[in-house]
């Protein structure tokens, strides 16, 4: 019994390592500076920023982590819970999607206080969309930063938005904040796991 026990801290010291690349904390960390920078100038490259790094994830892991850690396969519960991450994921993703379709197609026809109230603290709402996903991942992975990203997401924006100060630029420090951890942790990792002859 206590060999299992251990062997489950062990798998799971494991599991946290794999993750502290700082690789996926890159990627979100671009992906909303792309928006704010999308918000700012409206350049389409900028879009593309916004949502394309995650397509990046899987080459990168390849290329940094597994020739440190090895092709790793963890406990059929924590794939699960990976599995149920990209799900919650895409799910927000959809209905933050479908969300937006409803309220363009409405606008015009919504109530004066409303549509006031929507215009006032959108960014508030897609914050809340982003932020969902980041605590269920910092649950589901055991990753504590993961909640310390979705509390951090909240303030910057809440607090841009009392002080009046415009969106885009709150969007983009926000990007940069997430970027910077996500930086450090890289190089923390490459320092801590260098390659092996």
Known sequence: MSQDKEF?????????????????????????????????????FFNMLAW??????????NRITV????????????KRNVQLLVGVGVGVLLFAVFLGLYVFTTFGNMPLWLKSLLQRFDLLL???????PMVIGGALTGLIRFYAYAALIMVIIGTGIYLGIEAPYYVIFLGLVILSV???????????YPLQD
């Open 8 to 44: 489950k801290d062990l798998a799971r010291r494991a599991y946290i390592s794999y993750h502290q690349d700082g690789i996926v904390d890159i990627l979100i960390g671009i992906g909303i500076l792309g928006f704010g920078l999308m918000t700012l100038t409206g350049s389409i």
């Open 52 to 61: 394309m790094p995650i397509l990046f994830y899987v080459p990168i892991k």
């Open 67 to 78: 020739p440190r850690f090895g092709y790793v396969q963890f406990t059929s519960k924590e």
């Open 126 to 132: 897609l914050g809340f969309l982003l932020a969902v």
């Open 182 to 192: 996500g930086i450090t942790l890289l190089v923390r990792f490459l320092r801590k």
